[in-house]
């Protein structure tokens, strides 16, 4: 473990305690294109995630009073769940409370199952996968993210999207889905392309 990162963590957080101008802009330096990524792979890339950025810095910076540091990293883990939860609240925000708008009963046939493959990923560059998630539709997206990111269970991605179990398992399949003719598409264009 890196004790000069985790002196550094504690020195910042007790300066944002104290309303230092300086921690706020160094917090903002050191997180900001961290964050924008975790906010952007919920509400995309659109004129939407500045907002939902600058919220999410504004409850980090009020709230600091609250965080309780845990070592190298807590902080960084304790921000990240901030940005999670002001993404989520601002897609709920945009819905009207209803986050998934493909709310049915899924046929057994088309349930996701946890022995499936995953989509092959590893010849894609990172900002292509980054984008290719953004795309998603809101709802699969969503459910991806949690479950893939934030590792949470289809039953947590059920209580906290107000959805059906097998609605999140029906999400997710079809996000997976949706990645891997993405990832048939651009691996056939590179094919091409040499």
Known sequence: MNFFIGD???????????????????????????LTGICARYVGNGDSLKDVLQDCLVN??????????????????????????QSLKFLKEQKHGEFVTLEWDVPDSEKY??????????????????RFITELPTGYRTVFNLYVFENKSHQEIAATLGIKKDSSAS???????????????????KQKAR
């Open 8 to 34: 550094k963590e504690k020195k910042l957080v007790k300066q944002l305690r104290h309303g230092n101008s300086t921690a706020m802009h160094d917090f903002y330096a050191l997180y900001a294109d961290y």
């Open 171 to 189: 999400q997710l399949h079809r996000a997976k889905n949706l990645l891997a003719k993405k990832i048939e598409q651009y691996n056939t264009s």
């Open 60 to 85: 980090i910076i009020t709230h600091v009073g609250e965080f309780e540091y845990r070592g190298a990293g807590s902080l960084q883990a304790w921000a990240t769940k901030i940005a999670v939860n």
């Open 113 to 130: 199952r946890e022995d499936e493959e995953d989509p092959p990923i590893s010849d894609i560059p990172p900002d292509v996968i980054h």
